[in-house]
Nanobody, 123 residues
Framework: EVHLVESGGGTVQAGGSLRLSCAAS????????RGWFRQVPGKAREAISC????????TYGDSVKGRFTMSSDDAENTVYLQMNRLKPEDTAVYSC????????????????WGQGTQVTVSS
């Protein structure tokens, strides 16, 4: 059975850091495109960071570029999202996902989703 489980969310002051983890089970994470997305109530889901299944190249959304870093530990079947210099506008539910595509920033291309973890940044 396929599972993605996020952890590491919480509340932090502006300028602080958090590290999110997403542990996969039931499949090999690095055989899939992997992505981090976030969503605020009433707004569309936003792609934060995506890495392809083939060449491993990682892309970032403009809103987080230079502040967030996505990494993978294939031995642990886990991906991470290091979030630095957090801003109040980063407050959202963050979810990881895996997709049977080479690479995509479109949420509908992803097949497996975690339950999401809340990140709240106070000013």
């Amino acid at each position: 059975e396929v599972h993605l489980v996020e952890s590491g969310g919480g509340t932090v002051q502006a300028g602080g850091s958090l590290r999110l983890s997403c542990a996969a089970s039931g499949f090999l994470f690095d055989d899939y495109a992997r992505g981090w997305f976030r969503q605020v109530p009433g707004k569309a889901r936003e792609a934060i960071s995506c890495v392809g299944s083939s060449d491993g190249s990682t892309t970032y959304g403009d809103s987080v570029k230079g502040r967030f870093t996505m990494s993978s530990d294939d031995a642990e079947n886990t991906v991470y999202l290091q979030m630095n210099r957090l801003k109040p506008e980063d407050t959202a539910v963050y979810s990881c996902a895996a997709g049977r595509v080479g690479w995509s920033r479109r949420s509908y291309d992803y097949d497996y989703w975690g339950q999401g973890t809340q990140v709240t940044v106070s000013s």
